[in-house]
């Protein structure tokens, strides 16, 4: 069986891996795992995780790749295109890029390029995870009852028009997720997002987000590599 390590900024992506990406890769006859990037470590020696720079990400990539060397092992990314840390690979070149899918492509190339590992997959979410729970609002709906919150998801469907939730832009106060929480009171990333995800299903995300849907395609096809 192939094993894929998926490297996530924190621990809504990671629950998403474990309660969404991984059934359905098991399926293809891949097993996932997620592992949430290492920050630093405290006086005593326990682990921060989530955040950080590009340097712990790097770092932990490089361990799992040097950890694992088996023909039957691949390596991937779920990290957001916004708010990408200020050490990223060319990052200062790519920034001005308004045309964020060009931003992203070149961006995840030299995530590739400074890897320099054929087994690792990198992927950047456009514009970050929470275009995933963009396509799940009547699940975010059914969460909520303070009416505060439930005028907010109206006028957020209403900003939105009917966009596509990789489209809703990387702005300081406009990105996914600054929407969801200006709008929606109540909304935390690490207790909705993974239940609206879980709720709308992959399927769902997959028709809505393309660039997400090339991702999780790329994955399937590592279950039909014999090693």
Same mark, same amino acid.
């Given at each position: 069986?192939?094993?894929?390590?998926?490297?996530?900024?924190?621990?809504?992506?990671?629950?998403?891996? @474990?309660?969404?990406?991984?059934?359905h890769?098991? %399926?293809?006859?891949?097993?996932? +795992?997620?592992?949430?990037?290492?920050? $630093?470590?405290?006086?005593?020696?326990?682990?921060?995780?989530?955040?950080?720079? =590009? @340097?712990? =990400? #790097?770092?932990?990539?490089?361990?799992?790749?040097?950890?694992? $060397? %088996?023909?039957?092992?691949?390596?991937?990314?779920?990290?957001?295109?916004? %708010?990408?840390?200020?050490?990223?690979?060319?990052? /200062?070149?790519?920034?001005? /890029? $308004?045309?964020?899918?060009?931003?992203?492509?070149n961006?995840?190339?030299?995530?590739?390029?400074?890897?320099? /590992?054929?087994?690792?997959?990198?992927? +950047?979410?456009? #514009?970050?995870?929470?275009? +995933?729970?963009?396509?799940g609002?009547?699940?975010?709906?059914?969460?909520?009852d303070?009416?505060?919150?439930?005028?907010?998801?109206?006028?957020?469907?209403?900003?939105?028009?009917?966009?596509?939730?990789?489209?809703?832009?990387?702005?300081?106060? $406009?990105?996914?997720?600054?929407?969801?929480?200006q709008?929606?009171?109540?909304?935390r @990333?690490?207790?909705?997002?993974? +239940?609206?995800?879980?709720?709308? %299903?992959?399927?769902?995300?997959?028709?809505?987000?393309?660039?997400? /849907?090339?991702w999780?395609? @790329?994955?399937?096809?590592l279950?039909?590599?014999?090693?």
């Open positions: 069986m192939m094993r894929l390590y998926v490297l996530v900024e924190g621990q809504t992506e990671e629950q998403f891996v @474990k309660a969404v990406l991984a059934p890769l098991q %399926g293809r006859g891949i097993l996932v +795992l997620a592992i949430v990037v290492e920050t $630093s470590r405290d006086a005593s020696g326990r682990k921060r995780r989530g955040g950080g720079h =590009w @340097k712990h =990400w #790097h770092r932990d990539l490089q361990r799992l790749t040097a950890e694992h $060397s %088996g023909a039957d092992v691949r390596f991937t990314t779920l990290f957001d295109l916004y %708010g990408l840390p200020d050490d990223f690979p060319d990052l /200062d070149e790519q920034i001005n /890029d $308004s045309n964020t899918v060009h931003r992203a492509d961006l995840t190339a030299a995530m590739a390029r400074v890897v320099n /590992d054929h087994r690792v997959l990198p992927y +950047l979410q456009r #514009h970050e995870f929470e275009a +995933l729970v963009l396509t609002l009547d699940v975010l709906e059914r969460l909520l303070a009416p505060g919150d439930l005028n907010g998801l109206a006028a957020l469907r209403a900003q939105l028009g009917g966009a596509a939730p990789e489209d809703i832009n990387d702005g300081k106060d $406009s990105a996914p997720s600054k929407r969801l929480r709008l929606i009171p109540s909304y @990333k690490t207790v909705h997002g993974p +239940l609206v995800v879980e709720g709308i %299903g992959l399927e769902t995300m997959r028709g809505a987000c393309p660039r997400f /849907d090339a999780v395609t @790329k994955l399937e096809a279950g039909e590599i014999k090693p």
